[in-house]
């Protein structure tokens, strides 16, 4: 059964951004979907508080894709704390919607940014310890 994706969508999901790991990555985080059991690892590089680069990588579905796809283009060279507040709402509104069954999917990367900054702060400041 096919989905109506838009055009932004078809075009990251055919074209993805910043695909693949990064060997020297400051964290490494992977999710599953308790929806569908799909996974995505993010890799982090943070400088001075920054997201200097960050790439995924997904046995996800097409809009998985897409969707991380362009939450790595919005997280890049912005503060952990703006990068943040890059939702799976802002994702999919920033992509111009997505099909309501595939919402689950904008999730993956945002959640995975979430739980590797929780984790990176709890190993790197003492008082969150
Ligand atoms: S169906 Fe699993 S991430 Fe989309």
Redesign the pocket.
Known sequence: MGYEFNEKVIEHFENPRNVGEIEDADIVETVG?P????M?TLYIKLKDDKVEDVKFK?F?????IATSSIFTEMVKGKTVDEALKITSDVVVDALGGLPEK?V??SL?APDAFHNAIEKYKKEHDPKEQ
């Open positions: 979907s929806v569908c059991g799909d995505l997904t996800g579905c097409g809009a998985a595939k689950h999917c993956l």
